[in-house]
């Protein structure tokens, strides 16, 4: 795009476009993004004098805002599906949290699946993953991690400590537990 004054409102020379896995992480997408990004900046270099710049329309100009820790807290009244966006939004940092207890848990990979219970509670298992209710729907918790310690699959995770359901798995901010 070309500079004017405001922040990234310029004409657009060259733009790329690519879909978002089902599954896919902010890391991954990052990587992705980066090699487009990559190739369209050599193409748009060699075509730079033929480009036409496309003035961008300003009803869709939005700003996003820094991310902070907090928006990583996850909150299990929310719905199955926005958890699971959330878990990859923050992976690989810095990570969707939780609380069993007293202890932060981070949460690096989940899916969606079906259950009902009440939001926050583990109410069974899915293919050695435990299933924590969600506002609507169940997140399959498939990688997590305890404080000081290194990333698991959730077998692994749960011979240290096993959830058993009825466990409670708490919003960050005990306030909202």
Request: hydrophobic letters at 45%.
């Amino acid at each position: 795009m070309r500079m004017e004054a405001g922040l990234d409102t310029g004409p657009v020379l060259l733009e790329r476009s690519t879909a978002i896995g089902p599954a896919e992480t902010a890391g991954e997408l990052t990587d992705r993004l980066a090699t487009l990004g990559a190739e369209a900046i050599v193409d748009a270099l060699a075509r730079l004098d033929s480009l036409e710049p496309v003035a961008q329309d300003p009803a869709g100009v939005t700003y996003a805002a820094k991310v902070a820790k907090a928006d990583a807290a996850i909150d299990w009244r929310r719905d199955a599906a926005s958890l699971d966006r959330q878990v990859r939004a923050f992976n690989p940092a810095p990570g969707a949290e939780t609380r069993l207890g007293d202890e932060a848990i981070k949460v690096w990979a989940a899916r969606p699946v079906a259950a009902r219970g009440p939001a926050g509670e583990v109410v069974g298992m899915d293919d050695g993953c435990p299933v924590v209710a969600c506002g609507t729907g169940g997140l399959a918790l498939a990688v997590l991690q305890r404080p000081g310690g290194r990333r698991l699959p959730a077998d692994e995770f749960l011979k240290g400590r096993p959830l058993p359901a009825g466990t409670r798995l708490r919003n960050v901010n005990a306030a909202d537990a």
